[in-house]
T-cell receptor
Framework: DAGVTQSPTHLIKTRGQQVTLRCSPK?????VSWYQQALGQGPQFIFQ???????QRGNFPDRFSGHQFPNYSSELNVNALLLGDSALYLC?????????????FGQGTRLTVV | GENVEQHPSTLSVQEGDSAVIKCTYS??????FPWYKQELGKGPQLIID?????GEKKDQRIAVTLNKTAKHFSLHITETQPEDSAVYFC??????????FGKGTMLLVSP
């Protein structure tokens, strides 16, 4: 079991550019959630995908969008990058069916906006 | 939404001592209470969790206790070791397994 895998591990982008981050969930999991973790802070929920639909969204602007594919993998897209978007982006996978189930995280993608 | 507070923000102990981290939450409907450990440069790792029908759960040197009336749950680590040094987060969920993280506790275990 490879667990949750994210790519790339590190990324440097210029202000105003667009970025796509990728996530493959843990085997058997069908739900993917994305979190943003600024330096020294706890992760903040961005959105969650289930059955290829955005099921829940945190307090993030429309510049943040996502997608889930039929194989349950997911992408996070951020448009018009700002310096403040620099953070560790974490993907978590879980199994739907109950309201509260264990969520497992990938190692994250470190995004630096210059 | 869920409001989560975690204390202390930093905890320094000597190897072999015990460590306790407390988390308070606001949503009385919460019924699942996980703790995550995050090492430098890595994603959070689920280390122990508890559901609301249980008051305490142990796994070797770590344990979690829950007080639903007071709306807090605590992480207990006994016989601490240097490899326990990390940032620990409580993260009670709201909605569909969407976790609300505390601000974290940096645990430093000195040899």
């Amino acid at each position: 079991d490879a667990g949750v895998t994210q790519s790339p591990t590190h990324l440097i982008k210029t202000r105003g550019q667009q970025v796509t981050l990728r996530c493959s969930p843990k085997s058997g999991h069908d739900t993917v959630s994305w979190y943003q973790q600024a330096l020294g802070q706890g992760p903040q929920f961005i959105f969650q995908y289930y059955e290829e639909e955005e099921r829940q969204r945190g307090n993030f602007p429309d510049r943040f969008s996502g997608h889930q594919f039929p194989n349950y993998s997911s992408e996070l897209n951020v448009n018009a990058l700002l310096l403040g978007d620099s953070a560790l982006y974490l993907c978590a996978s879980s199994l739907a069916g109950t309201a509260n189930t264990e969520a497992f995280f990938g190692q994250g993608t470190r995004l630096t906006v210059v | 939404g869920e409001n989560v507070e975690q204390h202390p923000s930093t905890l320094s102990v000597q190897e072999g001592d015990s460590a306790v981290i407390k988390c308070t939450y606001s949503d009385s409907a919460s019924n699942y209470f996980p703790w995550y450990k995050q090492e430098l440069g890595k994603g959070p790792q689920l280390i122990i969790d508890i559901r609301s029908n249980v008051g305490e759960k142990k796994d070797q040197r770590i344990a979690v206790t829950l007080n639903k009336t007071a709306k807090h749950f605590s992480l207990h680590i006994t016989e601490t070791q240097p490899e326990d040094s990390a940032v620990y987060f409580c993260a009670p969920p709201s909605g569909y397994s969407t976790l609300t993280f505390g601000k974290g506790t940096m645990l430093l275990v000195s040899p």
